[in-house]
């Protein structure tokens, strides 16, 4: 089956910073990844995502990045302000509903 | 507006004591699935289910029972609850035929087994 890693699990940047979280995934037939945050208290929701036929998105501040030879995938922040402070967490789907997830990278943005 | 609505939001039971953490949707998405959040492990698949009466076992399913009867619904049941069993626990739908497939999370059940 499907194996997400994800790196790294904690990430403490500066207000104004950028943040990089990278995911690496294992079957080659996964064509989604979606990217979702969780704030305190609350479910995971979903921020960005990207399909296996495009390299790049954006949306405002953050971005993702596909490397499909290479197989991972990248979440960027740019100019990050407190309320990003949240756990992040990637995911690889294929054919089937089922996706697998990355074990979270908790990223926390200092004042 | 989009809902998964999970009950109880926190739990606090003993050993043994079977206990059921409901979930509800008002999507009318055909799956729906479990997951349990522990610290260090991320998300990990308790159960799931592409439809009514159909369900099947994810990566974690020893410990739990589901059932799916109507579509909105979709209990985790626990019949005998063990301390290991002490986790955050997420229900999830996922949407499918729009623009992004995207996966809807409850606001979580803490459970502590004593």
């Known amino acids: 089956g499907e194996n997400v890693e994800q790196h790294p699990s904690t990430l403490s940047v500066q207000e104004g910073d950028s943040a990089v979280i ?8 996964s064509n989604y990844f979606p990217w979702y945050k969780q704030e305190l208290g609350k479910g995971p929701q979903l921020i960005i995502d990207i ?4 390299g790049e998105k954006k949306d405002q ?19 990050t302000q407190p309320e990003d402070s949240a756990v ?17 990278t908790s990223l926390i943005v200092h004042p | 507006e989009a809902q998964v609505t999970q009950n109880p939001r926190y739990l606090i039971t003993v050993t043994g004591k079977k206990l059921t953490v409901t979930c509800s949707q008002n999507m009318n998405h055909e799956y729906m ?13 308790i159960y799931y289910s592409m439809n009514v009466e159909v369900t099947d076992k994810g990566d974690v399913p ?7 009867k109507e579509k909105r619904n979709f209990p985790l049941i626990l019949e005998s609850p063990s301390p290991n069993q002490t986790s955050l626990y997420f229900c999830a739908t996922l949407g499918r035929g729009e623009r992004t497939d995207t996966q809807y999370f409850g606001p979580g059940t803490r459970l502590t087994v004593l």
Do not use: M
């Open chain 1, 51 to 54: 399909r296996s036929n495009v």
């Open chain 1, 22 to 29: 990278k995911c690496t995934y294992s079957d080659s037939a």
């Open chain 1, 61 to 79: 501040r953050i971005a993702v990045t596909l490397n499909k030879t290479a197989k991972h995938f990248s979440l960027h922040i740019t100019e």
């Open chain 2, 62 to 68: 020893e410990g739990y029972k589901v059932s799916r």
């Open chain 2, 33 to 45: 699935s479990w997951y349990r959040q522990d610290p260090g492990l991320g998300l990990r698949q």
């Open chain 1, 88 to 104: 992040y967490f990637c995911a690889a789907r294929g054919g089937s509903y089922i996706p697998t997830f990355g074990r979270g």
